[in-house]
């Protein structure tokens, strides 16, 4: 019964490689998010998506894809690796724009590693 | 542009004893809404409180509080009877509403030790 899932919890892989990160919640959330925390533990928001419309899309490489088959999901994809890309990707859902004094629900994150 | 100041990196306090976590936030708004999460060893992001901009009351939840100041634009977490679990980085966060994305923006966190 978990909120938001993400898989895999760990992705170790090499540079150049192409990876997807999945993540689905169960709460009905018309919003979701991606998020990138750093080595250093700053958490900064990648792409957000309402109801399978992208609604933010801050400075990423392009090489960093999202897709929203439906307001449940929201996978990620980045193509040829680089070493920076090592970090914890976190997905994320709301309600929107009500209720946003709930905060936003967060999956367990991904820890990806590029070698 | 919407910024959170959390201005200390790490802290430490023994166990059962209370401490006290900054931030600070700057926005052009006068209705938003604020956060504390905390994020133990297990990576898993946990929401503690949350405080709305329009109500004067501070938070809390059992052994935690806020000290919500509107016009200083701060919003400090208390800790009371602080326990072993509460070992963890808590980020303080908001978001702004009005136009825009809503986006809920982080501090930099701070890195709490409880000390048995």
């Known amino acids: 019964d978990t909120a938001v899932s993400q898989t895999p919890k760990y992705l170790v892989t090499q540079m150049g490689n192409d990876k997807s990160i999945k993540c689905e919640q169960n709460l009905g959330h018309d919003t979701m998010y991606w998020y990138k925390q750093d080595s250093k533990k700053f958490l900064k928001i990648m792409f957000s998506y309402n109801n399978k419309e992208l609604i933010i899309n801050e400075t990423v490489p392009n090489r960093f894809s999202p897709k929203s088959p439906d307001k449940a999901h929201l996978n990620l994809h980045i193509n040829s690796l680089e070493l920076g890309d090592s970090a914890v990707y976190f997905c994320?859902?709301?309600?929107?724009?009500?209720?946003?004094?709930?905060?936003?629900?967060f999956g367990s994150g991904t820890r990806l590693t590029v070698v | 542009a919407q910024t959170v100041t959390q201005s200390q990196p790490e802290m430490s306090v023994q166990e059962a004893e209370t401490v006290t976590l900054s931030c600070t936030y700057d926005?052009?708004?006068?209705?938003?809404?604020l956060f504390w999460y905390k994020q133990p060893p297990s990576r898993q992001m946990i929401l503690v409180i949350r405080?709305?901009?329009?109500?004067?009351q501070n938070a809390t939840e059992n052994r935690f509080s806020v000290n919500f100041q509107k016009a200083a634009k701060s919003f400090s977490l208390k800790i009371s009877d602080s326990q072993l679990g509460d070992t963890a980085m808590y980020f303080c966060?908001?978001?702004?509403?009005?136009?825009?994305?809503?986006?809920?923006?982080f501090g930099k966190g701070t890195k709490l030790s409880v000390i048995p």
């Open positions: 966060a908001f978001i702004q509403l009005g136009a825009g994305s809503y986006q809920l923006t």
């Open positions: 405080q709305e901009a329009y109500k004067q």
């Open positions: 926005t052009s708004e006068n209705n938003y809404y």
């Open positions: 994320a859902s709301s309600p929107f724009p009500g209720r946003l004094n709930y905060g936003y629900t």
